[in-house]
Nanobody, 125 residues
Framework: QVQLVESGGGLVQAGGSLRLSCAASGRTFSSYVMGWFRQAPGKEREFVATISWSGARTFYTNSVKGRFTMSRDNAKNTVYLQMNSLKPEDTAVYYC??????????????????WGQGTQVTVSS
């Protein structure tokens, strides 16, 4: 069992930055592919970013490329999402997720086994 706890959300003006963190329990954290997803009101949960177990590979949805950076610190069992140049359309609840047993990165939410409770990000115009 893996427990994920997100933090770092909040209210920010357009053009600002936030850094989300996701702390994971479990001794095998370094073997998980990790992902960030988000869900805006009235919309489906959508993929944002994913990172390999080593942190060497990342993949982003097109709308955040060049603005968001995902990283991980396996010694701290934590993944991060640095969000710069935020836009009102980035407003959503952000969730981190862990996928067990994958060798490739994936944007598919049905391939992630564990989810956090989410953290709210609100970007004002």
């Amino acid at each position: 069992q893996v427990q994920l706890v997100e933090s770092g959300g909040g209210l920010v003006q357009a053009g600002g930055s936030l850094r989300l963190s996701c702390a994971a329990s479990g001794r095998t954290f370094s073997s998980y592919v990790m992902g960030w997803f988000r869900q805006a009101p009235g919309k489906e949960r959508e993929f944002v970013a994913t990172i390999s177990w080593s942190g060497a590979r990342t993949f982003y949805t097109n709308s955040v490329k060049g603005r968001f950076t995902m990283s991980r610190d396996n010694a701290k069992n934590t993944v991060y999402l640095q969000m710069n140049s935020l836009k009102p359309e980035d407003t959503a609840v952000y969730y981190c997720a862990a996928a067990l047993g994958l060798t490739d990165l994936t944007p598919r939410k049905d391939e992630y086994n564990y989810w956090g409770q989410g953290t709210q990000v609100t970007v004002s115009s």
